[in-house]
């Protein structure tokens, strides 16, 4: 059974560097689609970005130019960096698994992250 965990700072400050880490158990990082997607009130579900089997990485247009996503196979591990925060992202993180892109199959519980001074 996969399971995902997401864990990183709850709360952060405008324009630092947001860090998250998704460990998964049950499968290897280096098959399928893990996607981190956020959600916030009044928002609905935003798609940041999503690593590939191979390594590659697609991101949303909106956020691309302050998202980076990578995974550390050693741990199991898919990590995301989103750059330059404000207050508007803040919200509740989650990675997601899947073996289609675009697609997430199976969800962590969540983390909340908060941006503000």
């Known amino acids: 059974q996969v399971r995902l965990q997401e864990s990183g700072p709850g709360l952060v400050k405008p324009s630092q560097t947001l860090s998250l880490t998704c460990t998964v158990s049950?499968?290897?990082?280096?098959?399928?689609?893990y996607s981190w997607v956020r959600q916030s009130p009044g928002k609905g579900v935003e798609w940041i970005g999503y690593i590939d089997k191979s390594g590659s990485t697609f991101y949303s247009p909106s956020l691309k130019s302050r998202t980076s996503i990578s995974r550390d196979a050693s741990k199991n591990q898919v990590l995301l960096y989103l750059s330059s925060l404000t207050p508007e992202d803040t919200a509740v993180y989650y990675c997601?698994?899947?073996?289609?892109?675009?697609?997430?199959?199976?969800w962590g519980q969540g983390t909340q992250v908060t941006v503000s001074s």
């Open positions: 997601a698994y899947d073996p289609n892109p675009y697609h997430f199959g199976i």
């Open positions: 049950g499968a290897s990082i280096t098959t399928n689609y």
